[in-house]
């Protein structure tokens, strides 16, 4: 599929016209925010005295799930850690806290960096009202710490809620290294703590003993700014977007091989073609798409028509929405080295505590860019035998994420690898990389300077 | 050790190791060669199913032994 390609074998353009479902979501959504408080609240309303029983209810009667990347519903979570704080001993040190992930660990993703720069009033509505459902009075808002712009952005707004006194809750904005591991949970207490932004062993999981020891409650902050509109618009109007086992709407970021790389909030449920439209179509003809991000999977572009955005239809089509990153991938490139090239990425990554991951994630990474460049024959039956040795060997996901994407590239472009193990590499491979793998924090997609801008209904990424 | 329910009420108990602390002494693939083989790099890997009450003697000693206390019991 990597071949140089014949335009008579190429896939008709046609295949993802403009939108035909209803993607757009009616104004103001998630993206409609401002960054100043008085437009803040002409746009959405003053946010509602909920008790935090209300709020539970509301996120639960929502069906809100997690838009980091797990899709863990809200709901649960939450009282999971008030039953933490509640049985325990400790006293004034039980007392939960409340951390809002705004790191955006994936280089392929821009919508929580967006998502705080254009609506940061929406993200601190949410982390109010998770603080008052848990019985939070601290709450820490952590961000990539290379990110001017974005902690700029949610300092001044939380200095603008300060003048007013309108949260409970103090705010605290921590800034967090841009490695991959630094935003995984146990990563993000440590930082907090002012440790280094490090996995830890788990058990305890953060919801039973996080930072200094309390309950602590982490949500991704689009997750949070959901919980915002739905207390204020109510759980029927959260449902009526979406489908039934997955409502709501969520933002997805868009970019490869289309005219216009973008953030959008979509409604769950439109087929990924759709997100093709959505960021210009395709300026190129696709051969697969990175969903997920670089712990997702490739879907393959002839399922794009009939996958919907949901857990379970993306599930059926063998990947995961994950934080919500699309990346179209075009036929004149090669699946295999753009792989690698991400699994040497992760490789780097790694926070450096555990054995199978420091060990095992170059030697896949080796492996698997011996195939696609100089294409050793052996490397497919040894990334097969490796990735046993280090998926689910880690403290964190790190290496259970590459070992994901590159058992799904051996599967997508399968043809790809038996034509490199026969005839050696193919002239794609050396084509320049789409993917983008930052040699320094915060070159990628998700920072600052890579979002401008402002299309009708979504944010122009690059 | 298909069975290790049969002697009633005892709690099941399952090896894990903490991949941060584990420095690849192999103490515990020496000791517990039953449950525990050696990775590429000399990492455990563990028999994820409980562990049978015939080797929870031997189990608890490799327990005890790791220099870096990276080998766990966990109750079920």
């Known amino acids: ?462 | 050790m298909s069975n290790p329910t049969r002697d009633g009420g005892e709690p099941r108990q399952r090896l894990r190791f903490n991949p941060i602390m584990c420095k690849a002494h192999g103490v515990c693939i020496e000791l517990l060669p039953e449950l525990i083989t050696a990775d590429p790099w000399g990492y455990p890997v563990l028999d994820g199913r409980p562990v049978p009450p015939r080797l929870l003697a031997h189990a608890k000693r490799a327990v005890q032994s790791c220099p870096t206390l990276a080998l766990l019991l966990i109750d079920e």
């Open chain 1, 1 to 462: 599929m990597s071949q140089p390609s014949d335009p008579t074998a190429q896939l008709p353009t046609a295949q993802f016209p403009t939108a035909q479902f209803p993607t757009a979501v009616p104004p103001p959504g998630l993206l409609d925010g401002s960054a100043h408080l008085p437009t803040h609240v002409a746009t959405f309303g003053a946010l509602p005295a909920l008790a935090a029983e209300q709020v539970l209810a509301a996120a639960g009667r929502a069906g809100l799930t997690g838009r980091g990347g797990a899709g863990f519903p809200v709901e649960r979570k939450m009282r999971a850690v008030a039953a933490s704080a509640a049985k325990s001993r400790r006293g004034a040190r039980s007392e939960p806290v409340v951390i809002a992930n705004g790191c955006e660990g994936e280089p392929a993703s821009g919508k929580d960096g967006a998502l705080l720069r254009r609506s940061p009033h929406l993200v601190l509505d949410g982390i109010a009202l998770a603080a008052r459902a848990v019985g939070a009075r601290t709450a820490y808002l952590c961000v990539h710490e290379d990110d001017s712009a974005v902690r700029q952005t949610v300092q001044d707004a939380i200095a603008q809620r300060e003048a007013v006194r309108s949260d409970e809750v103090d705010v605290v904005v921590v800034g967090v290294p841009a490695r991959y591991s630094a935003s995984e949970e146990t990563a993000l207490v440590s930082a907090v703590e002012g440790g280094p932004a490090l996995p830890r062993f788990t058990p305890p999981r953060p919801f039973e003993r996080g930072v200094g020891g309390r309950p602590t409650l982490i949500n991704n902050v689009e997750t949070l700014a959901h919980l915002a509109l739905i207390c204020r618009r109510g759980p029927d109007w959260f449902r009526a977007a979406g489908t039934p086992d997955a409502p709501g709407t969520t933002l997805v970021t868009v970019s490869g091989a289309v005219a216009a790389p973008s953030v959008h909030e979509i409604p769950l449920g439109i087929p990924v073609s759709e997100l093709i439209a959505l960021a210009g179509g395709a300026t190129e003809p696709l051969q697969a798409l990175l969903v997920g991000g670089y712990f997702g999977t490739w879907l393959p572009a002839a399922d794009a028509p009939h996958t919907p955005v949901t857990p379970r239809g993306l599930a059926a089509a063998g990947t995961s929405l994950g934080a919500g990153v699309f990346v179209a991938f075009p036929q004149a490139a090669c699946g295999l080295a753009e792989t690698a090239r991400v699994a040497r990425y992760l490789a780097r990554h790694s926070a450096g505590q555990c054995g199978p991951c420091v060990n095992g994630l170059p030697a896949l990474a080796s492996a698997l860019e011996a195939l696609a460049f100089k294409g050793d024959q052996r490397a497919p039956a040894y990334l097969n035998r490796m990735t046993g040795f280090v998926t689910g060997r880690g403290a964190c996901r790190l290496p259970d994420g590459a070992t994901r994407l590159i058992t799904s590239a051996l599967t997508v472009f399968a043809q790809d690898v038996r034509a490199h193990a026969r005839s050696g590499p193919c002239p794609a491979a050396r084509r320049a990389p789409l993917l983008p793998t930052p040699a320094e924090p915060g070159a990628g997609l998700g920072a600052a300077s890579a979002l401008s801008g402002a299309s009708a209904r979504g944010v122009v990424a690059r």
